[in-house]
Structures are given as C-alpha cells and as structure tokens.
C-alpha cells in the first residue's frame, strides 16, 4: 500500500496525482517479495542450456550428442536439423532479417547458439554441454566493421540467396547532398574528424530466459519471459511456431532491468518453446551472465566520418558518412521506419544551411543486436556526433565552444522548425536554456578556475553538450515494427466501492509504473493512489500496445490512462447528473 505524503485538508490545493508517494511496489521488492522468472516453479518443469560456439567464424562438419544423452537425467538434444523437422530452424528479426535458432551449416559469431539440452535440472544440463562432440572448420573472421565491405571480406550470410556483399541492408540517406557540398565550398572553416562509438552492453541485473509450456491437447501456449514488448513477441512467437495469436499468452513478472537488452526476439527463447514442444513438458531457461554478455542485445557500434563546417561565425553544414556494426544478423531492436534508427536526428538543435547523412549496415562475426540503451533508436550516437563535431569546429575558430552554439542555435521564432534531414521541431528556446544552465553551472566561474589552474601549469577541462532528444515514441508516421501500429492502450474498470482497476500495455522492468499510473487516474478520479490497482505483463489481460522503451512509457501509455480516465469521469458526470437531477457541467 503506498504511503501519501501531505494529503491535502479540505481547505488546500490537492497536489498533482496527490503529491510525492513512496513507490506502491517496493513494499514487496524492499522485502524480497518480487516474483522474477526464476522464482517460477511449474510441475513436471525440466531445464534447458544452451552449447555455445568457441568460434566467431566456422563451418559445423558434424555434431555428435550420443555422450550427452548417455547422461543421466538428459531428456533431450536438440539441434539444427531437430528444428528443421519442426520448422523452427530460422526465425524472423523484428528488422527484417532472418537468424538461425541453432546453427546448422556454421556458426557466425562467438557464443552462437549450436545445440539445447534438456534436462531434469539445470546442473544436469549445463554438465551435459562439454559431452556434446562439434567438428569445426575455422574460417577468417570479420570483426572490423571498416574492413566488412573489402573486396576480399569473407562473405558471412551466405544462408541468404543473392547475398554477396557483407552489407545488411541498402545504404540509407537523408538531407540534401548536394546543398551540403555547396555550404562547404562556401565555408570559411572546415573540420573533419572519424569518431569511434565503440560497442556497450546494457547488462541488466536480471538475465534473459524463458519458461515455456506447451499443452498439446489444448494447443495452447503458455510463455513466462521478463521482455519489454509482450504482445510484439507473441506476434513473432506466432509467425516462428505456426500458432494463433489467441493460442499464446505472455505473463511478465517482476523485471530486474532491460535497458532495450529485452527488447529483442532470442534463439534461447524459441528454443525454449521448442523444446517444450518435443518434451511434452514446461522447459525453462535462463543464461548466465557471460551468455547475457556474449550473445544478446548490445548498444552503439558505429563508426562515424563526419564534416562540419561554418561560415562568418556560424554552424552551416555537416556530412556524415556511418558505418553500423550490425553483427552475424540484422535483429537490431529499434521499431522505425529509417534503417538507422533516429540517427538523422544529427542536426542537433542548430540552424544548419545544408546536411547529408548516409549510414551503411554491415554483417560482421560478431553477436547481433542493437538496442536503445539509454536513449531513442540511435539518438545517442547522432548527439555524441554533433556535439563533439561543434567542439571541434570551435577550437578549430579560436571560439568559445558556447559561444559558437549560442550563434548557431535554432531561434524560438523559427519554431515549427524542419530540420535539414526532414525532422519536425515544434518548440523550443535554446538560447535561454543553455543561459539557465550556465548559471546553474557557474560557467564563468569555471573559466577563471580554468584560466587560474593552467597559469599553475595544471590541466582543467570544461565539457559543454547541448542536444535535441526524440521521446514518447509513436505516431506511425515514423513508427514501425513488423508492420505493427506504436500504439499502447489502457482499460480501466471502477468497482462499486470506489476502488480502480488500470490495465495497460507498457511494461515496467523498474521503472515504478504501478506508481505512476495509479496517480494519472488518481489525478482525472480524484480518488488516492492508493485505491488503484496497476495491472500489466499479461497478454491476455492487458490491453494490446508495443512495450515500453525509448522514453515512451508516460507520454505514450500514460496518455492512454489519463484518456480513458476521463472517459469514465464522464461518464459518471452524466450518470450521476441523472440521479441529482442536474446538468452534467453543473458537477465538478
């Protein structure tokens, strides 16, 4: 139950959703009450683990199992070819691509996954792994994304018919190149830097893993999993299995963190299903943390050529040229309609003359992903670009690096702004809001400290950024993700008692959504917090929508709440002016 803090008297202002709460759900987390997904015990459940790849690039000779299944308490072994009877050998990324479940003809990144043994227990399992015979033949690897393009590059998807190149997919554009060449011969100033994003990994607390439970009377399945996009993964679940939407249900518990890390479709998940399927029994997996770290999701991975350049002291033109490391399979996590995600986001806030853009994604051996880790779809990688392109351009000018921003910011009277690559600003005064934060800073202070310590001989730097970030994904306009709409939805059910029922479509992985939820319908209601229920993680009870990542949570599917929160006030406005005898806008 959550505690209220200054529960407004009759003769206050209520607060906003009624004022500061402690969380409603870290009463069981503070506890260890939480019910995470290897809290979960089925009957009949076996275990599943996954033998892994040594190697980034080779060809698979044979496979034998026959030691694997001599051991005591091993159910079963399941390989490529096991998948193929089933139909289950590939499975469809959320980009388009297609990814080997278990590698059959060879493996493309180190930790690729190459057999599933199930097992009584997972200790069983896990020991079962080194029994497993592979044969392999080494092959040249790929894991510069420079050098994936080479004429002589070793070619890493040939599973996909006409493939003959390493490029994952067509070179994506955006801006006017030519407008961008004449701002340049135009310049006064030019600077050009090659900046390395290198490749992080969102390591949430809780690993990825799954139970599934398959009831072949029923054809019904039965999926535990801690994922950030429930009904997105039914789909894909659908498409891979060949069953009904209707036939699936997703329950998500309690989720220790995502960071867009359980945003992604993985073998280890389709195995697990799998293998109930051949088992006849709940199957549940979940990876270590070196699996987590080897095999799933990863953030950033780009390599970035960039130009800018200005002219009578003013920011007029950028050139980027990208290279993004997609790894062994294009399963990046971002649901846009642009290849690279939000990247041409690059402009910044600055009113730019002329840009071009052009990202290039590229197959290398290394493990696929690609995930919004704290940020929008690429956001992060265009903002380091920009902003360390607009310190660079400044110490190239002999310019205060704020000084040379406050010149080439957006003014608030060209709002609404298109930018050079074709986004819509709608607001915004960025003069003002870097002048906030100067003060709050102290800037000049910090420029006489700096100017006093390198007179000492000591070193001080002073790191400035200022960005345009895009959040509350989802207007289909830019929104795409297997041709599914970004919408999320909520439902709300008052009982006779006064008491309230939300369910929605984001899920939480801690973010405190059963709190902040309970006070947008607290808020339309005016009813405490306290007296509402938060329900999610459960497609068949929750409303359908696409998850939560990439900042959308509130604006997207608090939107939804507070809409059909004022649906239902409403209509108890005109239910109740029927009973008073009244008019409907007479009531509060």
């Known amino acids: 139950m959550a505690t209220v803090e200054n529960l407004p008297s009759t003769t206050q202002e209520r607060p906003i959703g009624f004022g500061r709460l402690k969380r409603k759900e870290d009463a069981r987390f503070i506890r260890g009450k939480g019910n995470y997904l290897d809290d979960i015990r089925l009957p009949g459940m076996v275990h599943g683990a996954i033998l892994r790849s040594p190697f980034a690039h080779a060809r698979i000779l044979s496979i034998d199992t026959s030691r694997a299944l001599a051991l005591p308490g091993v159910a079963a072994v399941v390989t490529a070819k096991d998948l193929e009877t089933l139909g289950l050998a590939w499975m469809p990324t959320i980009s388009y691509d297609t990814q080997a479940v278990l590698a059959g003809d060879k493996v493309r990144f180190q930790g690729q996954e190459v057999a599933f043994v199930i097992a009584t227990d997972e200790y069983i399992a896990r020991d079962a792994l080194p029994l497993i015979d592979v044969e392999y033949e080494p092959l040249p690897a790929v894991v510069n994304a420079r050098k994936a393009l080479d004429p002589d590059a070793p070619l890493i998807r040939d599973d996909k018919t006409g493939q003959t190149d390493n490029l994952a997919s067509a070179t994506w554009e955006a801006g006017d190149e030519e407008a961008a060449d004449r701002a340049f011969a135009e310049a006064d100033t030019v600077v050009t830097r090659d900046i390395i994003y290198p490749r992080c990994h969102p390591a949430p607390l809780e690993t990825c893993g799954m139970i599934a439970d398959f009831n072949p009377q029923t054809g019904q399945l039965n999926i535990y999993n801690g994922n950030q996009a429930p009904h997105a993964h039914r789909t894909v679940y659908a498409q891979v299995a060949g069953l009904a939407e209707h036939m699936i249900r997703i329950q998500t518990g309690d989720i220790g963190g995502g960071f867009g890390n359980k945003v992604p479709i993985y073998p280890g998940y389709v195995c697990a299903i799998a293998g109930s399927i051949v088992a006849g029994a709940p199957v549940k997996w979940i990876e270590d ?32 040229d990208a290279i993004a490391d997609h790894g062994a399979f294009d399963s990046t996590a971002q649901p846009t309609k642009f290849p690279a995600g939000f ?58 690096p704020i000084e040379l921003r406050m010149r080439s910011f957006i003014a608030p009277e060209q709002f609404p702004y298109e930018t050079t690559t074709g986004w819509t600003y709608d607001s915004g005064n960025y003069a003002e809001t870097m002048r906030v934060a100067m003060d709050i800073a102290g800037y000049d202070d910090l420029l006489r400290e700096q100017a006093e310590k390198r007179e000492r001989g000591e070193l001080m730097g002073i790191g400035v950024s200022f960005f345009t970030e895009g959040v509350g994904a989802g207007p289909r306009k830019h929104m795409d993700i297997l041709g599914l709409a970004m919408n999320d939805g909520a439902d709300l059910r008052v009982h ?80 109740a002016a029927t009973m008073l005898e009244t008019r409907p806008e007479d009531l509060a």
């Open 496 to 575: 006779p008692s006064g008491k309230a029922v939300v369910s929605i479509s984001a899920q939480t992985q801690g973010q405190g959504h059963e709190t902040t939820f309970a006070q947008i319908v607290a808020e339309e209601l005016g009813i405490p917090p306290e007296d509402v229920q938060v329900r999610h993680g459960d497609t068949d009870r929750s409303p359908y929508g696409l998850g939560t990542y990439g900042s959308r949570s509130t604006p997207v599917s608090g939107a939804a709440v507070a809409v059909v929160s004022r649906k239902v006030r409403d209509r108890a406005r005109l239910i």
């Open 343 to 400: 990247f041409h986001i690059v402009c910044g806030s600055y009113d730019l003359q002329a840009s071009h853009v052009k990202v290039k994604a590229v197959y290398t051996n290394k493990a696929p992903g690609g995930v919004a880790y704290r940020c929008s779809f690429r956001i992060t990688e265009a903002v380091y670009l920009v902003e360390r392109m607009v310190s660079a351009l400044a110490l190239e000018m002999g310019v205060d």
């Open 289 to 320: 943390r070196s699996e987590n770290l080897m095999s799933t999701g990863f953030a950033r991975d780009y390599v970035m050529h960039a130009e800018m350049c200005s002219k009578d002291g003013k920011i007029t033109g950028l050139r980027v």
